[in-house]
């Protein structure tokens, strides 16, 4: 158990081939990155769900030919986060974190934590805190 601020969290070991791992599948969250203008844009949202790029590119009032998928090793170089393990937490000012809606209902929700071998459980709320955006970016 870790504690940030106000924010409690739990790390998980996670084995994909693994069916007995700790943690509620159901409540998983992926993120995928992108990058735009010099920044890099992550997206959070239910693991089973897709994103819906005109919603997105809305938020973002860009073209979606604007928005390009981020190189995960310079993602690696840059902020450490292995392929499969990107947290949506913002630690740099170069990344903008949009959550999608579907958050708000969660009381707790699994999420990357840098490394694809890490998953972290944290209230949605606290999430909610310190991400940036939450918007409807998910296909329905």
Same mark, same amino acid.
């Given at each position: ?22 943690f509620d599948v159901n409540k ?26 005109? =919603? ?45 809606? =579907? ?38």
């Open positions: 158990q870790v504690i940030r601020g106000n924010n409690e969290y739990k790390i998980y070991n996670f084995d994909p081939n693994n069916e007995n791992n700790e998983c969250y992926k993120t995928i990155a992108f990058e735009y203008d010099g920044k890099f844009i992550f997206v959070c949202l239910k693991i089973k769900d897709s994103i819906d790029y005109n =919603k997105l590119c809305l938020c973002l009032n860009i073209k979606r030919s604007e928005l390009k998928k981020a190189d995960i090793k310079e993602l690696e170089v840059l902020f450490g986060y292995e392929s499969g393990g990107i947290s949506p937490i913002p630690i740099s000012n170069k990344i903008q974190s949009f959550l999608d809606r =579907k958050i708000q209902l969660e009381d707790n929700i699994f999420c990357g934590f840098g490394s694809k071998n890490k998953i972290m459980e944290i209230k949605g709320n606290d999430l909610i805190s310190l991400s940036t955006d939450i918007f409807d970016i998910s296909k329905s």
